[in-house]
């Protein structure tokens, strides 16, 4: 472990209390040079060796260009160490509040210079299949990211409800049948109605929230790199929520291998932390 303090004394008591108030908090310099290095080894690799996850989630006519993977912890090897072997484990159990903490799935996503490519107002938890409350986001980014670039969550909004979820540029409902949750409100067009928080980052600064908290993030202006990875946790009473759809990322076959309301307990949810 490079933490030169333990977990438990970053992560303490009121860290723990604003990120269960607010949904969503900044950890500043908790993984080493070593770790941000081997990891962004991993990201090159991944946009050389995309995956059949793998897609271009910028239009064709964006000057940049922004790239997401999804899964690939199995088959990168700089994902997996950094995964098993740093503190995320154990700075997620103390986030969620719970015993266990196993991997859910990773997430990279590249947004090179000059993207507009905005991420809109969503959150995770409508396009996965998992319930519960105690879960887990880590967003770290092995460049520098301003304020304009960063995600941004609006406070508290992971205490729901559940909104509807959509493809991000054509604004489809392809997951939950329309009209079935409500729609978001035009958060961008109204951002004095609420609470919204953010930070410029530095490498070794990450992100953590809930699955349910809103969020969204910026383009990249001039010749900088966003290059970011992310680790989805679950915690104890987080459960298998089958869909007639495929959601993303997609697990293909695992509805036929954990019942409905089943903890993810299987391979390719291993446990980080007993």
Not at 99 to 105: G, K
Not at 128 to 138: A, I, K, P, T
Not at 205 to 226: E, Y
Request: charged share 25%; proline share 10%.
């Amino acid at each position: 472990m490079n933490l030169r303090i333990h977990p438990d004394t970053i992560v303490n008591d009121d860290v723990v209390a604003d990120f269960q108030r607010d949904g969503a908090i900044c950890l500043r310099g908790i993984f080493c040079p070593k770790e941000l290095a081997r990891l962004a080894e991993g990201i090159e690799h991944n946009i050389q060796h995309p995956s059949p996850r793998a897609k271009v989630a910028s239009r064709p006519d964006d000057p940049g260009w922004f790239f997401e993977d999804f899964c690939n912890w199995q088959d990168n090897p700089a994902y997996r160490h950094f995964i098993f072997d740093s503190p995320l484990g154990l700075i997620g159990q103390r986030l969620m509040g719970s015993r266990q903490v196993r991997l859910y799935h990773d997430h990279v996503l590249v947004k090179e210079p000059g993207t507009r490519q905005r991420t809109p107002w969503h959150q995770d938890q409508p396009y996965y299949n998992v319930e519960g409350h105690q879960n887990l986001s880590m967003w770290l980014p092995v460049d520098p990211v301003p304020r304009a670039s960063t995600l941004e969550f609006v406070a508290g909004s992971h205490k729901g409800p559940w909104l509807m979820p959509r493809t991000f540029m054509d604004n489809e409902a392809k997951w939950f049948p329309e009209g079935s949750l409500a729609d978001l409100p035009d958060i961008e067009a109204h951002r004095e109605r609420y609470r919204i928080v953010g930070w410029a980052l530095e490498p070794g600064d990450a992100v953590f929230f809930n699955m349910l908290t809103l969020h969204a993030a910026g383009g990249v202006r001039g010749p900088q790199r966003r290059r970011a990875f992310s680790v989805r946790l679950l915690g104890d009473d987080m459960v298998h929520a089958p869909r007639r759809w495929t959601t993303s990322p997609p697990f293909p076959g695992l509805d036929k291998q954990l019942p409905a309301g089943s903890p993810m307990d299987h391979p390719l949810f291993p446990l980080l932390v007993a």
